[in-house]
Protein backbone atom coordinates (compact mmCIF):
# COMPACT_ATOMS: atom_id res chain seq x y z
CA UNK A 1 0.00 0.00 0.00
CA UNK A 2 1.09 3.54 -0.74
CA UNK A 3 -0.04 7.22 0.22
CA UNK A 4 -0.70 9.82 -2.94
CA UNK A 5 0.36 13.25 -2.65
CA UNK A 6 -0.37 15.46 -5.37
CA UNK A 7 1.25 19.47 -5.41
CA UNK A 8 -0.91 21.85 -6.30
CA UNK A 9 0.66 25.10 -6.84
CA UNK A 10 -0.97 28.42 -7.57
CA UNK A 11 1.91 30.58 -8.97
CA UNK A 12 3.16 28.65 -12.35
CA UNK A 13 4.83 31.57 -14.13
CA UNK A 14 3.41 30.22 -17.60
CA UNK A 15 0.11 29.29 -16.35
CA UNK A 16 -1.01 31.37 -13.22
CA UNK A 17 -3.49 29.82 -11.02
CA UNK A 18 -3.36 26.28 -13.42
CA UNK A 19 -4.39 23.95 -10.83
CA UNK A 20 -7.81 25.68 -11.07
CA UNK A 21 -7.84 26.19 -14.52
CA UNK A 22 -11.19 24.73 -16.29
CA UNK A 23 -11.25 21.59 -18.07
CA UNK A 24 -14.59 20.14 -18.91
CA UNK A 25 -16.51 21.98 -16.04
CA UNK A 26 -13.87 21.64 -13.17
CA UNK A 27 -10.52 22.55 -12.25
CA UNK A 28 -7.99 20.63 -14.01
CA UNK A 29 -6.68 19.34 -9.99
CA UNK A 30 -10.12 17.41 -9.62
CA UNK A 31 -8.98 15.63 -12.87
CA UNK A 32 -5.96 14.57 -11.23
CA UNK A 33 -7.25 13.83 -8.07
CA UNK A 34 -9.32 11.29 -9.72
CA UNK A 35 -6.99 9.66 -11.40
CA UNK A 36 -5.11 9.15 -8.29
CA UNK A 37 -8.52 7.81 -6.81
CA UNK A 38 -8.40 5.49 -9.25
CA UNK A 39 -5.15 4.04 -7.98
CA UNK A 40 -4.82 1.42 -4.85
CA UNK A 41 -3.25 4.71 -2.90
CA UNK A 42 -4.60 4.43 0.74
CA UNK A 43 -4.84 7.67 0.97
CA UNK A 44 -4.64 10.99 -1.98
CA UNK A 45 -3.28 13.99 -0.40
CA UNK A 46 -3.71 17.33 -2.42
CA UNK A 47 -0.47 19.55 -1.21
CA UNK A 48 -1.12 23.56 -1.54
CA UNK A 49 -0.28 26.72 -0.34
CA UNK A 50 -3.20 28.47 -1.87
CA UNK A 51 -6.71 28.51 -0.45
CA UNK A 52 -8.74 28.86 -3.01
CA UNK A 53 -7.19 25.70 -3.94
CA UNK A 54 -7.89 24.13 -0.42
CA UNK A 55 -11.46 24.84 -0.82
CA UNK A 56 -12.29 23.63 -4.12
CA UNK A 57 -11.22 20.20 -3.61
CA UNK A 58 -12.63 20.13 -0.27
CA UNK A 59 -15.72 21.18 -1.88
CA UNK A 60 -15.18 18.15 -4.21
CA UNK A 61 -14.41 15.45 -0.65
CA UNK A 62 -10.98 15.53 -0.76
CA UNK A 63 -8.48 15.48 1.41
CA UNK A 64 -5.94 18.92 1.68
CA UNK A 65 -2.66 19.20 3.50
CA UNK A 66 -1.52 23.55 3.60
CA UNK A 67 2.22 23.41 3.25
CA UNK A 68 4.36 26.56 3.18
CA UNK A 69 4.39 28.65 0.48
CA UNK A 70 8.65 28.92 0.02
CA UNK A 71 9.18 25.24 -1.24
CA UNK A 72 12.28 25.39 -3.44
CA UNK A 73 10.17 22.04 -5.09
CA UNK A 74 8.02 19.77 -5.56
CA UNK A 75 9.76 16.99 -3.51
CA UNK A 76 10.12 19.49 -0.69
CA UNK A 77 6.41 19.88 -0.73
CA UNK A 78 6.27 16.14 -0.22
CA UNK A 79 8.51 16.05 2.78
CA UNK A 80 6.35 18.27 4.62
CA UNK A 81 3.36 16.20 3.66
CA UNK A 82 4.97 13.50 4.91
CA UNK A 83 5.61 15.11 8.53
CA UNK A 84 2.18 16.36 8.86
CA UNK A 85 0.75 13.58 8.30
CA UNK A 86 2.84 11.37 10.58
CA UNK A 87 3.90 8.94 7.81
CA UNK A 88 6.77 6.28 9.03
CA UNK A 89 10.33 5.68 7.15
CA UNK A 90 9.49 2.96 5.30
CA UNK A 91 5.85 4.37 3.90
CA UNK A 92 6.05 4.91 -0.18
CA UNK A 93 4.52 7.69 -1.51
CA UNK A 94 4.08 9.17 -5.07
CA UNK A 95 4.49 12.12 -6.46
CA UNK A 96 1.59 12.98 -9.10
CA UNK A 97 2.03 16.59 -10.78
CA UNK A 98 -1.34 18.74 -10.14
CA UNK A 99 -1.16 18.97 -14.06
CA UNK A 100 -1.49 16.16 -15.42
CA UNK A 101 -5.57 15.33 -15.67
CA UNK A 102 -4.42 12.30 -18.19
CA UNK A 103 -2.06 9.98 -16.29
CA UNK A 104 -3.11 6.67 -16.25
CA UNK A 105 -3.90 4.94 -12.81
CA UNK A 106 -2.38 2.07 -13.64
CA UNK A 107 1.10 3.72 -13.62
CA UNK A 108 0.62 5.35 -10.40
CA UNK A 109 0.56 2.06 -9.24
CA UNK A 110 3.42 0.58 -10.97
CA UNK A 111 5.62 3.26 -9.53
CA UNK A 112 4.57 2.37 -6.27
CA UNK A 113 4.82 -1.68 -6.77
CA UNK A 114 8.52 -1.18 -8.69
CA UNK A 115 9.68 0.87 -5.35
CA UNK A 116 8.32 -1.70 -3.05
CA UNK A 117 9.98 -4.34 -4.54
CA UNK A 118 13.37 -2.92 -4.79
CA UNK A 119 14.47 -2.46 -0.78
CA UNK A 120 17.83 -1.38 -2.21
CA UNK A 121 16.23 1.95 -3.63
CA UNK A 122 14.88 4.96 -2.16
CA UNK A 123 13.22 6.08 -5.45
CA UNK A 124 11.32 4.93 -8.55
CA UNK A 125 10.36 6.60 -11.53
CA UNK A 126 9.24 5.72 -15.27
CA UNK A 127 10.40 6.13 -18.81
CA UNK A 128 9.57 5.34 -22.43
CA UNK A 129 11.75 4.98 -25.57
CA UNK A 130 12.20 8.63 -27.41
CA UNK A 131 11.78 7.58 -31.48
CA UNK A 132 12.25 11.00 -32.63
CA UNK A 133 15.11 13.10 -32.91
CA UNK A 134 13.63 16.39 -32.37
CA UNK A 135 12.77 14.95 -28.70
CA UNK A 136 16.05 13.78 -27.82
CA UNK A 137 17.25 17.56 -28.52
CA UNK A 138 14.95 18.85 -26.71
CA UNK A 139 16.28 20.56 -23.26
CA UNK A 140 12.48 20.09 -21.93
CA UNK A 141 12.77 16.87 -22.64
CA UNK A 142 14.57 14.76 -20.12
CA UNK A 143 16.76 11.82 -20.53
CA UNK A 144 17.41 9.28 -18.16
CA UNK A 145 20.71 6.50 -18.66
CA UNK A 146 19.77 3.22 -17.03
CA UNK A 147 21.57 -0.08 -16.39
CA UNK A 148 20.11 -3.02 -14.68
CA UNK A 149 16.85 -0.62 -14.07
CA UNK A 150 19.03 1.65 -12.14
CA UNK A 151 19.49 5.50 -13.08
CA UNK A 152 23.13 6.67 -13.87
CA UNK A 153 22.21 9.54 -14.72
CA UNK A 154 19.53 12.34 -15.68
CA UNK A 155 20.17 15.09 -18.23
CA UNK A 156 18.51 18.10 -20.91
CA UNK A 157 20.78 17.14 -23.28
CA UNK A 158 21.05 13.98 -25.86
CA UNK A 159 22.26 11.22 -23.93
CA UNK A 160 23.38 8.90 -24.77
CA UNK A 161 25.17 10.16 -27.91
CA UNK A 162 25.79 8.20 -30.92
CA UNK A 163 29.14 9.78 -32.29
CA UNK A 164 29.18 7.59 -35.41
CA UNK A 165 26.08 8.63 -36.77
CA UNK A 166 26.05 11.88 -36.12
CA UNK A 167 29.35 12.46 -37.57
CA UNK A 168 27.92 11.04 -40.60
CA UNK A 169 25.09 13.36 -39.92
CA UNK A 170 22.71 10.58 -39.36
CA UNK A 171 19.32 10.86 -37.42
CA UNK A 172 20.66 10.21 -33.96
CA UNK A 173 18.85 7.68 -32.86
CA UNK A 174 21.00 3.99 -32.42
CA UNK A 175 18.65 0.89 -32.49
CA UNK A 176 21.31 -0.47 -30.32
CA UNK A 177 20.11 1.99 -26.99
CA UNK A 178 17.52 4.18 -27.62
CA UNK A 179 17.43 7.18 -25.72
CA UNK A 180 14.78 6.82 -22.83
CA UNK A 181 12.70 10.04 -21.98
CA UNK A 182 12.29 10.28 -18.53
CA UNK A 183 8.75 10.01 -17.39
CA UNK A 184 8.47 12.98 -13.78
CA UNK A 185 6.31 10.19 -11.72
CA UNK A 186 8.06 9.35 -8.65
CA UNK A 187 7.30 7.11 -5.64
CA UNK A 188 10.15 7.85 -3.04
CA UNK A 189 10.22 6.16 0.87
CA UNK A 190 9.68 8.72 3.74
CA UNK A 191 13.23 8.52 4.59
CA UNK A 192 14.22 9.87 1.35
CA UNK A 193 12.15 12.23 0.95
CA UNK A 194 13.24 13.37 4.79
CA UNK A 195 17.10 13.06 3.91
CA UNK A 196 16.30 15.12 0.15
CA UNK A 197 15.16 18.30 2.37
CA UNK A 198 18.28 18.15 4.46
CA UNK A 199 20.84 17.84 1.96
CA UNK A 200 22.09 21.18 0.10
CA UNK A 201 21.28 21.68 -3.31
CA UNK A 202 23.92 19.21 -5.15
CA UNK A 203 25.94 21.36 -8.11
CA UNK A 204 24.66 19.19 -10.71
CA UNK A 205 21.12 19.59 -9.58
CA UNK A 206 21.70 23.27 -9.65
CA UNK A 207 23.56 23.13 -13.17
CA UNK A 208 20.52 20.61 -14.95
CA UNK A 209 17.75 22.36 -13.39
CA UNK A 210 16.70 18.59 -12.20
CA UNK A 211 16.03 18.19 -8.22
CA UNK A 212 16.56 13.92 -8.80
CA UNK A 213 20.22 14.31 -9.24
CA UNK A 214 20.11 15.67 -5.63
CA UNK A 215 19.14 11.63 -4.95
CA UNK A 216 22.16 10.18 -7.06
CA UNK A 217 24.82 12.75 -6.12
CA UNK A 218 24.11 11.67 -2.30
CA UNK A 219 24.37 7.58 -3.30
CA UNK A 220 20.61 7.03 -3.27
CA UNK A 221 19.78 4.38 -5.82
CA UNK A 222 16.66 5.41 -8.17
CA UNK A 223 14.92 2.21 -9.83
CA UNK A 224 13.41 2.92 -13.20
CA UNK A 225 11.23 1.47 -15.55
CA UNK A 226 9.19 1.51 -18.58
CA UNK A 227 5.96 2.80 -17.62
CA UNK A 228 3.32 -0.10 -18.42
CA UNK A 229 0.89 2.50 -20.24
CA UNK A 230 1.71 5.79 -22.24
CA UNK A 231 1.98 8.41 -20.69
CA UNK A 232 0.86 11.62 -21.90
CA UNK A 233 2.37 15.26 -21.59
CA UNK A 234 1.11 17.01 -18.57
CA UNK A 235 0.09 21.17 -19.22
CA UNK A 236 2.84 23.52 -19.07
CA UNK A 237 1.64 25.97 -21.75
CA UNK A 238 -1.22 27.74 -23.16
CA UNK A 239 -1.40 25.04 -26.12
CA UNK A 240 -1.09 22.57 -23.90
CA UNK A 241 -4.19 23.31 -22.01
CA UNK A 242 -6.11 23.68 -25.55
CA UNK A 243 -5.09 20.38 -26.22
CA UNK A 244 -6.25 18.35 -22.99
CA UNK A 245 -9.38 20.25 -23.35
CA UNK A 246 -9.96 18.76 -26.84
CA UNK A 247 -9.70 15.44 -25.72
CA UNK A 248 -12.12 15.63 -23.05
CA UNK A 249 -14.82 17.75 -25.43
CA UNK A 250 -13.78 14.84 -27.69
CA UNK A 251 -14.43 12.14 -25.35
CA UNK A 252 -17.58 13.51 -24.34
CA UNK A 253 -18.64 13.94 -27.89
Known amino acids: ???CVIPARYGASRLPGKPLLEIAGEPMVEHVRRAALASGARAVVVATDHAEIRDRVQAAGG?????????????DRLAEVAELCGWQDDDIVVNVQGDEPLLPP?????VA???AASPDCGVATLCEPIADPQVLTDP????????RERAL???R???PWPRDLALRGEPPLDPRCLPLRHIGLYAYRVAALRRFSDWPVAPLEAVEALE???FLANGVAIRVALAAAPVPGGVDTPDDLARVREYFRSRRS
Not at 63 to 75: E, L, Q
Not at 106 to 110: K, L, N, R, S
Open 106 to 110: AVIDQ
Open 63 to 75: TVCMTAAGHASGT
Open 157 to 159: AAI
Open 153 to 155: YFS
Open 113 to 115: ADL
Open 1 to 3: MFY
Open 212 to 214: QLR
Open 140 to 147: NAVKVVVA
